[in-house]
């Protein structure tokens, strides 16, 4: 069985014209009898599937708005958390070991610039986006101290992110 928004409006919208028409049916039999119970069945039918067909493009677009909605927060999720991912990959090319797990200057470099776009991605929230400048203001500085209080901010911020959606 089909469960999509539209099917499931589609079989709400006949379940209820049956209903009605059933309903007006057994009030004219009970009236006069057969003769207006087929006027009732037809005239509640009618405004039944009229008022279904009316209200339908409302649900749909009330649906729609619903779908946009979640799509623009679960890409919003999705590039925060790759934010804190780039950036953190950029805080450990700048903060290398040495020996040769070090991260050469070409690497440390590459991976600045892929933070820096990201940072800027369209989409970003605001609150992401100015978490993630001070991360990196951060790092760019040089303080380990006010990095890593940083990066818990960021990390902070995407996290509010993620209990909004």
């Given amino acids: 069985m089909d469960t999509a928004p539209e099917q499931i409006s589609a079989r709400t919208a006949a379940a209820w014209t049956v209903a009605l028409s059933i309903l007006g049916g057994f009030t004219g039999y009970a009236w006069d009898g057969p ?3 087929v006027t009732c069945a037809l005239s ?3 405004g039944g599937a009229l008022g279904t067909i009316l209200s339908r493009r409302r649900i749909m677009a009330a649906i729609e708005e619903g779908r946009r909605k979640a799509a623009a927060l ?4 999705g590039i925060a958390d790759m934010v804190v991912l780039g950036i953190s990959a950029y805080g450990a090319a700048v903060f290398p070991l040495s020996g040769p797990d070090a991260v050469d200057a070409a690497e440390r470099v590459a991976r600045r610039r892929a933070a820096y776009r990201l940072t800027a991605a369209d989409g970003l929230p605001h609150q992401i986006r100015e ?3 001070a991360a990196l203001e951060a790092i760019d500085d040089g303080g380990d101290r006010a990095t890593q209080s940083a990066m818990e901010g960021l ?6 992110q ?3 959606a």
């Fill in 44 to 46: 509640l039918a009618g």
């Fill in 74 to 77: 679960g890409y919003a999720d």
């Fill in 162 to 164: 993620h209990l909004r």
């Fill in 131 to 133: 978490a993630a400048a």
């Fill in 155 to 160: 990390m902070k911020a995407v996290r509010e």
């Fill in 35 to 37: 003769f207006l119970a």
